[in-house]
């Protein structure tokens, strides 16, 4: 199945990247919402995140559960702060959701730095999740008033599906606070509700009556009529139809592991074993098929992949039989002829993590699961079937608890010509919630859309721009940083270097009044210009020009006197310090670039991607300059004496040798001493000839320790001055 945007997925997939609306992305079973996903995180330029509320969904999207992103509490949550009531039941409130989080510096970093939040398989989200996701992010971002903490949520699933699971203790509190447990009743959209998109292509079923009668079902519409002709569909003596490619839908995972066992068992060809590769991380209950696979020759098996080749063999869902079966190969045949070989697939279980190079978000995999992707088929329970393709189905929803569960079960097949039923549909079916009908018929057209575009765009645009301009979240690390040499200066090696600190606040303060007053430029050209966009871009390219030499240049400072004091000791928590600011202001560095091209592709009417950032290409440039310092450093280490005395001679004193080279004063004065005991340099030039020659008369063959030179002295005398002294009496006494 090829796969194009519609128009109303193009329109979607603009909102997402041009705006920061909340999208809820629904549509009928094969409407290609997966597709979707995929296409959005392919090409985003926003920093993104998949998750789900399932291990199985999460593996499915390629994402992570939402518990582990956010270490969310299992059971239920209140979303007040108040005493968890004494019940038979696990229930956390605003009370104690932080009691004992343990989010390292890095995980917070990546919470930070998301942009699209995409939740997958929503339909099984619970709106008191929800909030609990709500309230985590407002925390873990630090910013406690904005919904999410400010990023954008890209909501797909499909609500008339199945419900979300929630157990009768549990809801016994929940209603108090909820009127059903589907996410749209969450508070947190309530004042920011999402908008509601629907795709409308359905590209599994092509037979347009079957089509609408699925619509009809969805929406606990269908007539006497569609009951009719679905209970045609029922055939007594079904089981005979097990031979010829037909797959048993079931409601519980019981009846489904009897069938196929049995199946299996009946066989009289020889059982062959494939037992999957693991390696590193992957629970075993996320496991996609057996870990100990069992088949046999004549076995009715399940594709649960999609071939990625071109000749597209097989797909997910995709019925056929074990043609010939060997320790390491698997053919299956298709009802049609075609003989494929099983390839092996690999699932990975992955997490987020942060590039500290360019400031993105990657994924790392911390384990793999290898195995052949099939299933045995002559069964399978309406769950498991979510998002499956079957030519031919035998449905037995004697069992079904919701209407949505005989939804996703007719639904999953391609037409009504493979439709078999072993149990007829009641003629009553499951009615809708008041809530529930409201928010299904809440969806946007595509008209709507394209009209609100616009006006959502700017109000975005105006936001990030000057988000992305304020320089204050800068300005207030460097500030806490200066606050924090509060030591004593013989107790701490980190005071020495308060005055550079001091010295570099006072360079970069005047930067945050030129920020502030461009923040206002742009709040005017918003809102007073129609036509803002030529403007705002032309004038955000000026401040991007204006504004990153002056970041880069605090970013070499830092990066340059964290250099100088790597072979320094006692000093490691210092470093880090000055690599974390470096890291602030590369940040920064990088959002006013990625605004700028945001403008400049908005401006041409193009939306930007992934792609277009170059990310790889900043990390080869970070690396470089990186490498190239501490080659430049290391070169440094040999003449690192004659720079200063160079210095020197062209007339800077020590202190200004010393702001230069982000070194302390004693470091040259120790320089300098070389040159003076090579006779190279006049040591009166630097030391006072009173003072001097008082110094030499305490130094003798018995008397050059510093420290009991310096004892002797007043308090006028420094250790520089010793220093110098001792030079001189060395290049006088060579001998000794």
């Known amino acids: 199945m090829s796969f194009e945007l519609s128009a109303l997925a193009q329109i979607t997939a603009d909102y997402i990247n041009t705006t920061d609306r909340h999208i809820f992305l629904t549509g009928k079973a094969g409407t290609g919402k997966t597709t979707f996903l995929k296409h959005i995180v392919a090409h985003t330029h926003k920093k993104t995140v998949v998750a789900a509320p399932t291990g199985i969904a999460a593996i499915n999207a390629e994402g992570v559960t939402l518990h582990s992103l956010l270490q969310l509490p299992f059971g239920a949550f209140i979303p007040e702060r108040i005493q968890p009531p004494d019940i038979n039941a696990q229930i956390t409130t605003l009370f104690n959701l932080f009691t004992n989080l343990r989010f390292n510096a890095s995980k917070r970093n990546l919470i930070r730095e998301i942009e699209l939040l995409i939740i ?88 347009q009556n079957f089509i609408g009668l699925l619509n009809r079902f969805r929406e606990n519409r269908q007539t006497g009529d569609d009951i009719s002709l679905l209970n045609g569909r029922y055939q007594a003596d079904h089981q005979k139809l097990s031979e010829q490619g037909y797959i048993h839908l079931t409601t519980h995972n019981r009846k489904a592991d009897d069938i196929n066992s049995q199946r299996l068992k009946a066989l009289s060809t020889p059982i062959v074993s494939f037992s999957a590769n693991i390696e590193g991380d992957y629970p075993e209950h996320v496991f996609p098929t057996a870990q100990k696979m069992e088949l046999k020759e004549g076995a009715q098996v399940m594709f649960i992949k999609n071939d990625l080749s ?57 384990g793999s699961f290898e195995q052949y992707p099939l299933k045995l088929a002559w069964a399978v329970t309406v769950h498991k079937s979510q998002g499956l393709t079957f030519e031919k189905a035998i449905l037995d929803l004697s069992g079904a608890f919701a209407q949505g569960q005989v939804y996703v079960a007719l639904s999953r097949l391609t037409s009504m010509e493979g439709l078999v039923l072993s149990s007829k549909i009641p003629s009553s079916g499951f009615d809708l919630s008041e809530n529930m009908k409201a928010f299904v018929a809440s969806k946007a057209s ?256 018995e008397t050059q320790g510093m420290n009991e030179i310096k004892a002797k002295l007043g308090s006028e005398y420094t250790y520089g001055d010793v220093k110098i002294a001792l030079a001189y009496y060395k290049f006088q006494n060579p001998k000794e």
């Open 120 to 207: 997958d398989e929503v339909s099984m989200l619970r709106s008191d999740l929800l909030d609990c996701i709500d309230h985590m992010l407002r925390f873990l971002r630090r910013r406690k008033n904005e919904p999410f903490g400010g990023l954008q949520v890209l909501f797909i699933g499909d609500l008339l599906q199945l419900p979300p699971v929630v157990k009768d203790t549990e809801w016994q509190v929940l209603s108090q606070y909820y009127k059903s447990s589907y996410f749209f009743e969450a508070r947190a959209l309530k004042d920011n509700p999402p908008i509601h998109v629907e795709l409308q292509k359905v590209y599994r079923q092509s037979d």
């Open 310 to 366: 071109e000749d597209k063999l097989f797909f997910n869902g995709r019925i056929g039989h074990i043609n010939e079966l060997s320790r390491n190969k698997i053919l299956v045949t298709f009802e049609d002829g075609n003989i494929v070989e099983v390839p092996l697939h690999k699932w990975e279980n992955k997490r987020y993590s942060l590039n500290k190079e360019t400031n993105e978000i990657e994924e790392k995999i911390l």
């Open 446 to 701: 595509e008209e709507e859309l394209t009209q609100k575009l616009d006006a959502d765009r700017k109000a975005y645009l105006t936001r990030l721009t000057s988000s992305t301009f304020d320089l204050s979240e800068l300005i207030t690390s460097l500030r806490v940083h200066e606050h924090s040499f509060n030591k004593q200066e013989n107790r701490s090696l980190k005071q020495r270097y308060h005055q550079w600190t001091k010295d570099l606040l006072a360079e970069v303060l005047p930067i945050k009044e030129v920020s502030d007053g461009f923040i206002r430029q742009i709040q005017k050209i918003t809102h007073t210009d129609s036509d803002y966009l030529p403007l705002l871009t032309e004038r955000v390219a000026k401040a991007t020009g204006y504004f990153t030499p002056l970041l880069e240049k605090l970013s070499k400072d830092l990066t340059n006197h964290e250099l100088n004091l790597k072979d320094k000791s006692k000093l490691k928590t210092y470093r880090k310090e000055l690599k974390e600011l470096e890291q602030t202001a590369f940040n920064k560095s990088e959002a006013l670039r990625k605004v700028n091209l945001l403008l400049q592709f908005a401006a041409e009417s193009k939306v930007l991607t992934k792609q277009d950032l170059h990310p790889e290409d900043r990390v080869t440039t970070r690396l470089i300059k990186k490498k190239s310092s501490r080659k430049k450093q290391a070169g440094d280490k040999i003449p690192t004496a004659e720079v200063s005395y160079k210095l020197y001679k062209e007339g800077k004193s020590i202190e200004e040798i010393a702001k230069e080279r982000t070194l302390v004063t004693g470091t040259i004065e120790g320089h300098l001493s070389q040159y003076i005991q090579r006779g190279e340099l006049d040591p009166y030039e630097i030391v006072d000839k009173q003072k001097l020659d008082n110094i030499m008369t305490l130094i003798g063959p």
